[in-house]
């Protein structure tokens, strides 16, 4: 085969390929865009699987073993500690009164762990 016939075969090749249209582009995106999601909606349940529950005074008093008068020494401390940070929480979300009284409430005993 001489080199000029090997060029027009190579060029018939070709050809079909360069001069049929690309395939249009928005028939190909709502599919990349489900698998785009599946993945941000994948990657967002498997975070908010590992992210651990803050440990309550009750939890960290049982890993810890006590009993008795260290105890009640400690769930005093962690329960006076809990109730100062819900009164900052709730000064910084500038709640007042009955709301304040409520959210502090609900805040030391989910601190607690009662």
Do not use: W, Y
Not at 42 to 54: D, E, L
Not at 92 to 106: I, P, R, W
């Amino acid at each position: 085969m001489s080199q000029a016939n090997h060029k027009q075969g190579f060029a018939r090749v070709l050809a079909p390929a360069m001069t049929e249209p690309m395939e249009d582009p928005m028939r190909i995106l709502p599919p990349m865009m489900a698998l785009v999601m599946l993945g941000c909606l994948i990657g967002v349940s498997v975070h908010a699987q590992s992210t651990p529950a803050p440990a309550t005074c009750k939890s960290q008093a049982t890993d810890k073993k006590l009993a008795g008068a260290a105890l009640t020494s400690f769930m005093k401390k962690c329960e006076t500690d809990a109730a100062t940070a819900c009164d900052t929480s709730a000064a910084d979300k500038k709640l007042n009164g009955a709301a304040k009284t409520s959210f502090t409430k609900k805040c030391v005993t989910d601190a607690v762990g009662n």
